[in-house]
């Protein structure tokens, strides 16, 4: 429920950020149907057990190192940076390179993440 973080993903023109939610698999229905988008356009990173539904869901599951086994088991990519450490920015990173648009990416963006 950090404001920091809240401030990070729109200063990085990320609008659709939810923090604290209590049902998880609700707030992702309201965002596929406000963006009239699918679950599997999702890369979702979990830390915890409310996220394993979600993540079984989504296209994409993602996590840091210190996440529950149970959600590195379902994982389909484990950051090796703690959450709160660069996780994020670790994967961030990632799918800028997969979609070759990590040299497009402005310095002053990546590095608030």
Not at 23 to 50: I, N
Not at 55 to 66: E, F, G, I, N, S
Request: net charge neutral; with cysteine; charged share 25%.
């Amino acid at each position: 429920t950090s404001q920091t973080v809240l401030k990070r993903f729109h200063a990085l023109g990320i609008p659709d950020v939810y923090l604290g939610v209590k049902d998880k698999p609700a707030a992702l229905e309201q965002l596929l149907v406000a963006k009239q988008a699918s679950s599997a356009q999702v890369l979702y990173m979990g830390d915890d057990m409310p996220d394993l539904e979600v993540m079984r869901k989504c296209l994409v599951a993602t996590c840091p190192a210190d996440a529950c086994e149970e959600v590195k088991a379902i994982s389909h990519y484990i950051s090796p940076k703690a959450g709160g450490k660069g996780c994020v920015r670790d994967v961030i990173e990632r799918v800028l390179k997969v979609q070759q648009k990590w040299s497009e990416t402005r310095d002053d963006k990546i590095a608030s993440i």
